[in-house]
């Protein structure tokens, strides 16, 4: 079993910037494909990230392209997204999750991904 914990949300001022973290214990997760996923309320929990066991390739959605940076240490066991020039509709709780290396299913699909963090709030204003 893998364990994922997120930390690292909090209230920005639009513009702003910040740096989230998934902690992955019970199993090392350097062979694991992981992503970032976020949900807003009343809202289906959409793709943010996507990043290889190997670091590459990595993919973004397009709302998200050029601001935000996904990035792992498998060394720490650890998976990152940098986050800059942050936006209202930015504003959701922030979820990691961890999938089998080559699993089936799409890289963005919530499906393809076993393991899940419990969420970290990421809140932009305006």
């Known amino acids: 079993q893998v364990q994922l914990v997120e930390s690292g949300g909090g209230s920005v001022q639009a513009g702003g910037s910040l740096r989230l973290s998934c902690a992955a214990s019970?199993?090392?997760?350097?062979?694991?494909?992981m992503g970032w996923f976020r949900q807003a309320p009343g809202k289906e929990r959409e793709f943010v990230s996507f990043?290889?066991?190997?670091?590459?390739?990595?993919y973004y959605a397009d709302s998200v392209k050029g601001r935000f940076t996904i990035s792992r240490d498998n060394a720490k066991n650890t998976l990152y997204l940098q986050m800059n020039s942050l936006k209202p509709e930015d504003t959701a709780a922030y979820y990691c999750?961890?999938?089998?290396?080559?699993?089936?299913?799409?890289?963005?699909?919530?499906?393809?991904?076993?393991?899940w963090g419990q969420g970290t709030q990421v809140t932009v204003s305006s």
């Open positions: 990043i290889n066991w190997i670091s590459s390739p990595t």
């Open positions: 019970g199993r090392t997760v350097s062979t694991y494909d």
């Open positions: 999750a961890a999938s089998v290396r080559d699993a089936r299913g799409s890289y963005y699909s919530p499906s393809r991904y076993n393991y």
